[in-house]
């Protein structure tokens, strides 16, 4: 089964509408980061034109835990945060190359289990530990 696949059974698991704006989101979102004005453009490619439904779809998404918002560099990408084998909602490390401006994702949850087992978290309930790193490649020397 594909990723959008698990994602479209998760919404008709739990009784929540599949509408075609929905389903066409998680297609577009799927194995890329975008800006809202990315998502936008590329939902009007497929006839569907409506701010508002995007903006009420994107908020019950990050309600559902299905999409997380990222800041990479001052400018918010949405991401599909299900079932996605890079990372959850809860654990996502994101590089961005700052040369391309392309994103990356790292998994390595032996990095999140260490900073929720810090002694200075041991006070607290984390929501959520995201990680953003911006870098270069390097030159040949
Ligand atoms: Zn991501």
Redesign the pocket.
Known sequence: MDIKERYFNKLRSENMRLTRSRKAMIEVLENQ?LTFKELQRALAKRGLYNVSTIYNNLDFFIKQKIV?E?YINDTK?Y???MG?P??SADS?I?VMIRDTNE?T?VNSPDIFEYISNHPSMKHLDLDHIRITISAQKKKDI
Request: glycine fraction near 0%.
């Open positions: 980061h997380v990222i990408y991401d599909l945060a996605n890079m990372h996502h994101h994103i994702e």
